[in-house]
């Protein structure tokens, strides 16, 4: 059955051609998103590295990083024509779908264990 679902999305996203690619991550990955910047007349790419904390079905997901000791929080939707590349750098062991716990910790006890 999981086989059948797999092949069905690839052929939707492929020939619908609705969505540029298909990413699949959860809550806990490790991502490192590259987005576009308009500035005036100017584009361009800008990345943002941090850990997903919450995945709502197709619509967007939450990326969680900390800048020095300040943690930001950024919502991307998933088919945005701004996102250029989503790259999954390690995956993590959580057993929640919304790790909201994370907010609050900080240090070695916001670490996540990687599979």
Do not use: C, H, W
């Amino acid at each position: 059955m999981k086989n059948i679902n797999i092949n069905i999305n690839k052929y939707l996203s492929v020939k619908s051609g609705k969505y540029k690619k298909k990413y699949v991550f959860k809550a806990g990955d490790t991502v490192n998103v590259d987005y576009e910047i308009k500035e005036g007349d100017k584009n361009r790419i800008q990345s943002f590295k941090g850990i997903i904390i919450k995945k709502q079905a197709n619509s967007t997901f939450t990326i969680r990083k900390f800048s020095g000791t300040i943690g930001v929080e950024r919502i991307f939707p998933i088919n945005s024509p701004i996102i250029k590349n989503i790259k999954i750098i390690s995956s993590g062991k959580v057993r929640r779908s919304k790790i909201y716990y994370l907010r609050n910790l900080r240090g070695k006890q916001a670490k996540i264990k990687s599979i």
